[in-house]
Nanobody, 118 residues
Framework: QVQLVESGGGLVQPGGSLRLSCAAS????????MGWYRQAPGKQRELVAA???????NYADSVKGRFTISRDNAKNTVYLQMNSLKPEDTAVYYC????????????WGQGTQVTVSS
């Protein structure tokens, strides 16, 4: 089992920045990749950014050039630096960890609210 605890959400004005953190604990040796998803009201959950254990990253087109995902292996923590935030970035952001396999095993954090508004 893997436990994920997120922090760093909040209210920010358009053009501002926030950094989300996700600390992993438990069977972290089994994790192949971690990432951030978001879900806005009335919309499906979507991938924002992901990073593999080897450091390969992947971003949604809507956040490329504005968001950066990184990891600190010593702290078992993944970060999402969000710059130039837009109102359409408003959503609940969820941390995800995945164990690859015949059937992938996904773990989720509790979610943190990000609101971009003036």
């Amino acid at each position: 089992q893997v436990q994920l605890v997120e922090s760093g959400g909040g209210l920010v004005q358009p053009g501002g920045s926030l950094r989300l953190s996700c600390a992993a604990s438990g069977s972290i040796f089994s994790i192949n990749a971690m990432g951030w998803y978001r879900q806005a009201p009335g919309k499906q959950r979507e991938l924002v950014a992901a990073i593999t254990s080897g450091g390969k990253t992947n971003y949604a087109d809507s956040v490329k050039g504005r968001f950066t995902i990184s990891r600190d292996n010593a702290k078992n923590t993944v970060y999402l630096q969000m710059n130039s935030l837009k109102p359409e970035d408003t959503a609940v952001y969820y941390c995800n960890a995945v164990e690859w396999g015949y059937d992938d095993t996904n773990y989720w954090g509790q979610g943190t609210q990000v609101t971009v508004s003036s």
